[in-house]
């Protein structure tokens, strides 16, 4: 394996317009989600998701982005569990879609707000 050192002029991030885009649609259909019914709820769920999860990983491969190599995992896990939930396959109860929402939040914020200030923005991945 090799390693990649932290390019932090390749971070997505770095531009808002393209943030706003790449992440921004993703996460809007999540909220617009809670309006509608159970099966546009788990595929736009799981599609939301599903693409922040992808996005983050590429992003964490591209420039070394320390909270998009835990969020990739993090939004990949909450779109299955969508999917599954949605699909009356995950027992969460009556407040899966809260439950999958908190789990989300959560680790978004444990992972860009305290681990980049404590560990630093960026890592070098071998």
């Known amino acids: 394996m090799f390693a990649i050192a932290p ?3 390749k ?4 531009s808002g317009w393209r943030a706003w885009l790449i992440w921004g649609i993703p996460w809007t259909l999540i909220v617009v989600a809670q309006f509608a ?5 788990t595929a736009l769920w799981a599609s939301g998701f599903g693409a922040t999860g992808i996005i983050c990983m590429v992003n964490a491969r591209r420039c070394g982005r320390r909270h998009c ?4 995992p993090l939004y990949l896990i909450s779109a299955l569990a969508s999917l599954l939930y949605g699909l009356h396959l995950l027992p969460l109860g009556t407040d899966g879609w809260e439950w999958i929402m908190y789990f989300a939040l959560a680790g978004t914020i444990l992972f860009c707000c ?3 200030n404590v560990f630093g923005k960026y890592i ?3």
């Not at 971070?11 to 770095?14: A, N, P, Q, T, Y």
């Not at 019914?37 to 709820?41: C, L």
């Open 69 to 72: 190599l835990y969020t990739g």
């Open 124 to 126: 070098s991945i071998r």
């Open 114 to 116: 305290v681990v980049e």
């Open 7 to 9: 390019q932090r002029d």
């Open 11 to 14: 971070d997505i991030l770095r």
């Open 37 to 41: 019914g159970n099966t546009v709820h």
